[in-house]
């Protein structure tokens, strides 16, 4: 069976820095790209960023790029998100997602983990 | 700000279908595949549909998917009270190398 296991999440200061990590099991966890989402309170679904299956390619949305970095270890079976220069705006539930296919670095995403809360504030 | 455009909300009776567009442009749904998600309540999205019109197994084939052009469309026959959630849209944008995701609309049974 697949399962995502995000943590991390909590309250920080703006400006600060949050790293978040995604344990995966069930399946061959160096098959897959791995991606982060997130979802502000009462909003939709917002795309934050992708890491290819090798970790050669990394992707990232608009509002986040150049403050958040993903990695992974495949040693630990893990994807990480480290957070910096955070703002009020980045308050979210953030998912961690497996690509559908292995492979494929785009949607569908089709295994979610049950997110983790981060809060921005002083 | 999202990139692929939903009506905020669609209802419909028990027993009735119900639609659901995804706008979009040349950059992302026009040219890659539109997949389907179901969000309900304080839990993770689900994937209902992928590579436009495509089931995941387990999902009942009440769900469908289409797309033409720059847009796609999401189905729900036989609705049912379980159904109550919402669903978002999402492709591949291959302008901003990036996956984008539609704003997301409510479906409420009456």
């Known amino acids: 069976e697949v399962q995502l296991v995000e943590s991390g999440g909590g309250l920080v200061q703006p400006g600060g820095s949050l790293r978040l990590s995604c344990a995966a099991s069930?399946?061959?966890?160096?098959?897959?790209?791995m991606h982060w989402v997130r979802q502000a309170p009462g909003k939709g679904l917002e795309y934050v960023s992708t890491?290819?299956?090798?970790?050669?390619?990394?992707y990232y949305g608009d509002s986040v790029k150049g403050r958040f970095t993903i990695s992974r270890d495949s040693s630990k079976n893990t994807v990480y998100l480290q957070m910096d220069s955070l703002k009020p705006d980045d308050l979210a539930v953030y998912y961690c997602?497996?690509?559908?296919?292995?492979?494929?670095?785009?949607?569908?995403?089709?295994?979610w983990g049950q997110g983790t809360l981060v809060t921005v504030s002083s | 700000q999202s990139v692929l455009t939903q009506p905020p909300s669609v209802s419909a009776a028990p027993g009735q279908k119900v639609t659901i567009s995804c706008s979009g442009s040349?950059?992302?749904?026009?040219?890659?595949?539109v997949s389907w998600y179901q969000q309900f309540p304080g839990t993770a999205p689900k994937l209902l549909i992928y590579?436009?019109?495509k089931r995941p197994s387990g999902i009942p084939d009440r769900f469908s998917g289409s797309k033409s052009g720059t847009s796609a469309t999401l189905g729900i026959t036989g609705l049912q009270t379980g159904d109550e959630a919402d669903y978002y849209c999402g492709s591949w944008d291959s302008s901003l190398s990036a996956s984008v995701f539609g704003t997301g609309t409510k479906v409420t049974v009456l």
């Open positions: 040349s950059s992302n749904i026009d040219n890659n595949y």
């Open positions: 997602a497996r690509a559908y296919r292995p492979g494929y670095v785009d949607l569908p995403f089709g295994y």
């Open positions: 590579d436009n019109n």
């Open positions: 069930g399946f061959s966890f160096s098959s897959y790209a």
């Open positions: 890491i290819t299956k090798d970790a050669g390619a990394t």
